[in-house]
């Protein structure tokens, strides 16, 4: 036998992953429906994942099936869900945090979980309140995940 060798396995972060993900189908979902979002696209698995919607009319079936029309490229790779917002709203941009100010959300970056409240959403970077604790910023960038946390 020959000499003992290391063994390296190349992996890719899935955050990095999602990431490029979303950024393909939102510009392929935004461009082929008019007035839709792409709020947030979620890799559930290695194969799947789930698309989250928005547009000013509403989300309804009909938008979701146009939307599944759209990401048909990627159900020979994928199996892809297409959803509305739903009470748990996903945040993506500075605008999102914006309309969500003096409410509470989770958020998960690459290396922690927080939750608090916004309470401020600045040009680059939100500033979430802990509930015992300074505010910390945190750069859109460096987000993975975050939601809106529903009190209903």
Same mark, same amino acid.
Do not use: I, M, N, Q
């Given at each position: 036998m020959g000499a003992w060798r290391p063994f390296f396995v190349m992996t890719t972060n899935s955050h990095d992953k999602e990431r490029e993900l979303q950024r393909e189908v939102t510009r392929a979902v935004e461009n082929a429906v008019p007035g839709s979002e792409v709020l947030a696209l979620e890799l559930i698995g290695? $194969? *799947?994942?789930? %698309?989250? #919607?928005?547009? =000013?009319?509403?989300?309804?079936?009909?938008?979701?099936?146009?939307?599944?029309?759209?990401?048909?490229?990627?159900? $020979? *790779?994928?199996? %892809?869900? #297409?959803?509305? =917002?739903g009470l748990d709203r996903p945040l993506r941009t500075q605008a999102h945090f914006a309309q969500v100010v003096g409410q509470n959300v989770k958020l998960r970056t690459a290396d922690r979980r927080m939750q608090g409240a916004v309470v401020e959403a600045g040009a680059r970077m939100v500033r979430v309140e802990r509930r015992a604790g300074e505010p910390v910023d945190i750069p859109y960038d460096e987000i993975v995940r975050a939601n809106l946390i529903w009190e209903g």
């Open positions: 290695k $194969d *799947r994942f789930c %698309v989250y #919607v928005d547009h =000013p009319e509403g989300v309804d079936h009909a938008l979701c099936e146009r939307v599944s029309t759209v990401l048909r490229p990627y159900l $020979d *790779r994928y199996s %892809v869900e #297409v959803s509305s =917002p």
